[in-house]
């Protein structure tokens, strides 16, 4: 009694577990909007990264820049003091 009542359980369960597998894998389910998106997503964050590094450059050649042209304003305001401190 108790075997045919496990084979009967077991057999439910083996049921239950191919209708799920077989309605599962359905062309109701359909993934590929979902890899498109991801995808677009991972092509916009390609494109920030290099328009960031880009903007990275440029911000470091304008600092570059700005030392460059405050070391020469220093030099000059030296230089304009030591003449006058000659005259």
């Known amino acids: 009694m108790k075997r045919n009542l496990f084979n009967y359980v077991l057999s ?7 209708s799920i597998g077989f ?6 389910y359909d993934d590929s909007k ?6 677009a997503v991972r092509a ?3 494109q920030a990264k290099a328009d960031l ?4 450059t440029a911000l470091n050649a304008q600092i ?3 030392k460059d042209a405050a070391a ?16």
């Open 23 to 28: 309605a599962g894998c359905g062309e109701d």
């Open 72 to 87: 020469e304003q220093a030099i000059e305001e030296s230089i304009a003091k030591i003449e006058e401190l000659l005259i």
């Open 44 to 46: 916009d964050l390609t």
């Open 12 to 18: 439910g369960v083996l049921a239950a577990v191919l």
């Open 64 to 66: 570059t820049g700005v």
């Open 34 to 39: 979902l890899a498109a998106d991801i995808g």
């Open 53 to 56: 590094e880009s903007a990275k």
